[in-house]
């Protein structure tokens, strides 16, 4: 690996180093109770966001809690007592304004993460937790912070929030390693 390859590296690890120096744990914190509370917690994210909390998700079933992705054909409706959680990084995206409308009106608890706590979304939310890292919505200019692409940094830092997150939860739960790794899919 020649130098500048490592130093791309170490400038990646950095900047998502960066993003949970500035992250207030109190409020990750606040989303564990209410997914810990809740009767059921369906998730949603655009783009490259879904694919992170697609994965989110499946650990939350391998922790034995009622969870859905949205646009799934098994998503149950929400209503009060679930938690409605979305990603959107950039603030507003209209799947995800639709999606919270619907949901706050049936009475479940929306929580949104986000890089833009002044975003539309965000504003429509009950909880949010902020994720300060670069996405589409700062990527060019003089407000782009980051050596990743687009939204890459906000990308890579939920991968590493949900994985924390839900070594916070399992210990809410009081749920096992072993009993996760039991409810895994044996279909691989």
């Known amino acids: 690996m020649n130098d500048v390859t490592t130093n791309l590296y170490q400038t990646a690890l950095s900047e998502l180093a960066t993003v949970f120096d500035r992250l207030d744990d109190a409020k990750v914190d606040d989303v564990i109770e209410a997914i810990a509370s809740a009767g059921s917690t369906v998730v949603f994210g655009g783009g490259r966001e879904r694919l992170q909390i697609m994965g989110f998700a499946m650990r939350l079933y391998h922790m034995g809690v009622q969870v859905a992705v949205e646009g799934d054909m098994t998503t149950p409706p929400v209503g009060s007592g ?4 979305v990603t959107v990084g950039p603030g ?8 919270i409308d ?5 009475g479940a608890k929306v929580i949104v993460i986000t890089a833009q706590p002044e975003g539309r979304a965000p504003q429509m939310a009950d ?15 003089a407000s782009r912070s980051s050596v990743l692409p687009m939204g890459s940094l906000y990308e890579g ?9 839900i070594l916070k939860l399992r210990d809410r739960l009081q749920v096992s390693p072993d009993a996760m790794r ?7």
């Open 127 to 141: 909880l949010v937790l902020h994720l300060p890292a670069q996405t589409m919505a700062d990527d060019q200019g």
């Open 182 to 188: 039991h409810r895994h899919t044996n279909l691989e």
């Open 157 to 165: 830092a939920l991968f590493v929030l949900f994985e924390v997150m």
């Open 82 to 85: 679930d938690v409605f959680l």
């Open 102 to 106: 619907v949901a706050r009106n049936a």
């Open 92 to 99: 507003e995206i209209s799947t995800a304004l639709a999606l």
